[in-house]
Nanobody
Framework: VQLQASGGGLVQAGESLRLSCAAS????????AGWFRQAPGREREFVAA????????WYSDSVKGRFTISRDNAKVTAFLEMMTLKPEDTALYYC?????????????????WGQGTQVTVSS
């Protein structure tokens, strides 16, 4: 699976962004999709994931209630709708694909990664 993330940018606190992750190659609909982020000097952390099997969603506590992950299997694309952005959301955001349907909130469950898209939130 090849993944291409896009949609990042510079916004002010309180604004919104929508990230997209376009997939190609193997059949994306049998892969769960996840988003991770990495801020300078910090480890890559889990943000959100959606299961390919039943659409179950996982979110980190820091984004729960503000971010929404979704997918469009017909367009082989996953999305991350980010609302009420905060300066602490500033990071390089990565999309990833996992062959697993559950417990997909850790990096080790993902086989494929896209390049990052930068999100910068100013205060």
């Amino acid at each position: 699976v090849q993944l291409q993330a896009s949609g990042g940018g510079l916004v002010q606190a309180g604004e919104s962004l929508r990230l997209s992750c376009a997939a190609s190659g193997r059949t994306f609909k049998v892969y769960s999709a996840g988003w991770f982020r990495q801020a300078p000097g910090r480890e890559r952390e889990f943000v959100a994931a959606i299961s390919y099997r039943d659409g179950k969603r996982w979110y980190s506590d820091s984004v729960k209630g503000r971010f929404t992950i979704s997918r469009d299997n017909a367009k082989v694309t996953a999305f991350l709708e980010m609302m009420t952005l905060k300066p602490e959301d500033t990071a390089l955001y990565y999309c990833a694909a996992s062959p697993f349907a559950n417990d997909i909130d850790t990096r080790g469950r993902y086989d494929y990664w896209g390049q990052g898209t930068q999100v910068t939130v100013s205060s």
